[in-house]
C-alpha cells in the first residue's frame, strides 16, 4: 500500500492569511482526491486532478498536481473561519478504492 | 434523497461482543465501501463491494465481514469486538459507470469498545 504523507500535521494562522499545505508520495500517483471532514460528518470532495503539472482552481483554493505526479499541494488564498477542518488527500485506486493521507488539521482563528 | 444512510450513529460495546453496521443508499450505486477512521488519521478501506453478491477485502479486514444481497445495502458486522476496533466507521458508495461526481459518503457511526 503506497505511503500518502501530509504536512504540516496541524496548522493555526489568522483570518485573511494564506497556507500551503502538501500530499506527498513514495510513488506515482494513479490520480488524486482532496476532501475537507468537518467533525461529526464524512469527507466531501473538493477536486480531483489526474494529469502531471495540472492546476485546479475551486474559489479561493488552488490544487496543483505535481509533474511526477507524486506530490499535490493546496494553497488557501486570505482563509476564512469556513475553511477550518481536516483536509485529506486520497489516491484512486482500481474500482474507486481510496487511499487516503494522514491529514492537515487546519483552524482559521477570526 | 437521502444518500448514504448509516445505523447506528453511536455505539458502545463490550469486549467480545458483536454489532452489525447497517449502511444503505438510495442512488442505485453498485460500488460500495466501508472505511474506518481512528482519532486524528485518514480513513483506512476495511471491505469494499462492486454489486451485489461480490465483495473483497481492503487494507484492514480482519475482525470484519461483510455481505452484499441487495443493490442497496452493505452491513459490516464485528464478530468479537476488540479495544482495537474502536474507531469511527465510514460507508461509502459511488457509481460504476465514468462519472465527474465520486464517492458519496455517510456521516459515520461511531463505535467504542470497553
Known amino acids: 500500500t503506497q505511503l500518502l504523507e501530509q504536512s504540516p500535521q496541524f496548522l493555526s494562522i489568522q483570518e485573511g492569511e494564506n497556507l500551503t499545505v502538501y500530499c506527498n508520495s513514495s510513488?506515482?500517483?494513479?490520480?488524486l482526491q482532496w476532501y475537507r471532514q468537518e467533525p461529526g460528518e464524512g469527507p466531501v470532495l473538493l477536486v480531483t486532478?489526474?494529469?502531471?503539472?495540472e492546476v485546479k482552481k475551486l474559489k479561493r483554493l488552488t490544487f496543483q498536481f505535481g509533474d511526477a505526479r507524486k506530490d499535490s499541494s493546496l494553497h488557501i488564498t486570505a482563509a476564512q473561519p469556513g475553511d477550518t477542518g481536516l483536509y485529506l488527500c486520497?489516491?484512486?485506486?482500481?474500482?474507486?478504492?481510496?487511499?487516503f493521507g494522514t491529514g492537515t488539521r487546519l483552524t482559521i482563528i477570526p | 434523497n437521502a444518500g448514504v444512510t448509516q445505523t447506528p450513529k453511536f455505539r458502545i460495546l463490550k469486549i467480545g461482543q458483536s454489532m452489525t453496521l447497517q449502511c444503505t443508499q438510495d442512488?442505485?450505486?453498485?460500488?460500495m465501501y466501508w472505511y474506518r477512521q481512528d482519532p486524528g488519521m485518514g480513513l483506512k478501506l476495511i471491505y469494499y463491494?462492486?454489486?451485489?453478491?461480490?465483495?473483497d477485502k481492503g487494507e484492514v479486514p480482519n475482525g470484519y465481514n461483510v455481505s452484499r444481497s441487495t443493490t442497496e445495502d452493505f452491513p459490516l458486522r464485528l464478530e468479537l469486538a476488540a479495544p482495537s476496533q474502536t474507531s469511527v466507521y465510514f460507508c461509502?458508495?459511488?457509481?460504476?459507470?465514468?462519472?465527474?461526481?465520486?464517492?458519496?459518503f455517510g456521516d459515520g457511526t461511531r463505535l467504542s469498545i470497553l
Open positions: 461509502a458508495s459511488r457509481t460504476g459507470r465514468p462519472s465527474r461526481v465520486l464517492q458519496h
Open positions: 442512488m442505485n450505486h453498485n460500488y
Open positions: 486520497a489516491e484512486v485506486l482500481r474500482y474507486e478504492k481510496l487511499t
Open positions: 510513488s506515482v500517483f494513479s490520480s
Open positions: 463491494s462492486v454489486g451485489a453478491g461480490i465483495t
Open positions: 486532478v489526474v494529469t502531471g503539472g
